[in-house]
């Protein structure tokens, strides 16, 4: 994935600023909770025709990008 950016966009006035595929109203959490979920790509893209595979490959690169920057506390004992 080049650039997530090309596929992703977060406005304030679509779904309250969540992340979601650009000209859409599909959030990024919503496509990673379905392959958590055991869903394939070929399922997204049926569900949602407005999809291409490659915003799903941004979606996971999104939140990739995400994960790394997150900065982990231990827990006291």
């Not at 650039?3 to 990673?32: A, M």
């Not at 999809?51 to 827990?75: C, G, Q, R, T």
């Amino acid at each position: 994935m080049k650039d997530w950016r090309n596929h992703i966009e977060s406005k304030p006035t679509i779904l309250y600023g969540k992340p979601v595929i650009k000209d859409t109203r599909i959030p990024v959490d919503l496509l990673l909770e379905k392959l958590s979920e055991g869903e394939t790509i070929d399922d997204l893209l049926k569900a949602y025709p407005r999809l291409k595979k490659e915003d799903i490959f941004a979606a996971l690169a999104f939140a990739a990008e995400m994960i790394k920057s997150e900065v982990v506390h231990p827990l006291a004992s």
